[in-house]
């Protein structure tokens, strides 16, 4: 069974751009979460879609968004960039729309400069 | 505010010395405390949920367990592929978000 997949896995981009991450969860998995890693603040939850509807959001701007199609697979966008927003982009799947279980994929690098 | 506390921020252990983690969490109504291991540049994979305090999950040289306030896991005759960096995490009744600690970098040397 194939695991969960990201893409791109590298990204640089400079400031003020924006940015489109893809998630694909594994096959039969509903639920898909967003996080941000970075080495000060850890892993911290950005948003959760189940079903295409957003379940759950964390403390980030409104530049932060995503949505999720109707075959699971999910997409963040972050618009305007700024450098703090460098940090590995993860995006877990889990079957039963809980944290239970949570896959994750290997992530996006994105690098603002 | 709910939050996970995890010590030490990094461990050194001889392979074969066994020691523990400790992750502490504040959090009204835990639905449950899940334990992750993460390689470097690698998504996090899924180890263990605990659900009650008393409660305790092993696999191969790893065991969790929990407590109404902490969780510990504890690694049995650690060999160098154990080396990662060992997250834990609290959720609340609710399926609300994971909330994570800022893990704790385990080095075995052989």
């Known amino acids: 069974k194939a695991g969960v997949t990201q893409t791109p896995r590298y990204l640089i981009k400079t400031r003020g751009q924006q940015v489109t991450l893809s998630c694909s969860p594994i096959s039969g998995h509903r639920s898909v979460s967003w996080y941000q890693q970075t080495p000060g603040q850890g892993l911290q939850f950005l948003f959760e879609y189940f079903s295409e509807t957003q379940r759950n959001k964390g403390n980030f701007p409104g530049r932060f968004s995503g949505r999720q199609f109707s075959n699971s697979r999910s997409e963040m966008n972050v618009s305007t960039l700024e450098l703090g927003d460098s940090a590995l982009y993860l995006c877990?799947?889990?079957?039963?729309?809980?944290?239970?279980?949570?896959?994750f994929g290997p992530g996006t690098r994105l690098t603002v400069t | 505010e709910d939050q996970v506390t995890q010590s030490p921020e990094a461990l050194r252990l001889q392979e074969g010395e066994s020691s523990s983690l400790n992750c502490s969490y504040t959090v009204s109504g835990l639905r449950g405390l899940f334990w992750y291991r993460q390689d470097p540049g690698k998504g996090p994979e899924f180890l263990f949920t605990?659900?009650?305090a008393g409660e305790e999950k092993e696999k191969e040289r790893l065991k969790a367990t929990l407590t109404k306030k902490e969780s510990f896991l504890h690694i049995t005759a650690p060999k160098p592929e154990d080396s990662a960096t060992y997250l834990c995490a609290s959720s609340q009744a609710g399926n609300t978000p994971l909330v994570f600690g800022k893990g704790t970098r385990l080095s075995v040397i052989a």
């Open positions: 877990a799947s889990s079957i039963s729309g809980t944290p239970d279980e949570q896959y």
């Open positions: 605990l659900y009650s």
